[in-house]
């Protein structure tokens, strides 16, 4: 038999290997998501990767408790500036995608 420490920190390893592995199937998702919203409007998607946001319980659809994750990314529409977007995963599924729109400040002279 295995004394009760042992068991527990098997369970405490075993835990964090899967929080990882699931993880990274979630970041895959969003990279795949971003890239393809990047090409589908003719962007380029920078540095090919995104970056955790946050990392937070959520309920899905069948009110069953799973991770939503939410992830940054960069991208471009004329190569000289950078554009961040986001991706959010429910589990492995991409739930919203976001490209933020290029932020314009016009001057309005007024004549009188």
Not at 11 to 34: C, G, K
Not at 43 to 54: G, K, M, Q, W
């Amino acid at each position: 038999m295995f004394p009760l420490t042992e068991i527990i920190l098997l369970a405490v390893v075993a835990a964090l290997a899967w929080l990882w592995w699931d993880s990274m199937q979630a970041r895959e998702a969003a990279v795949a998501a971003a890239r393809a919203a990047c090409v589908a409007e003719g962007l380029l998607f920078l540095d090919d990767t995104v970056s955790i946001a946050s990392l937070k319980p959520a309920r899905n659809a069948h009110g069953r408790l799973q991770l939503q994750r939410a992830y940054d990314f960069e991208f471009s529409d004329t190569g000289d500036n950078r554009v961040r977007g986001s991706v959010v995963t429910l589990g492995r599924r991409v739930i919203l995608l976001r490209l933020t729109p290029q932020q314009t400040m016009t001057t309005v002279t007024r004549i009188h």
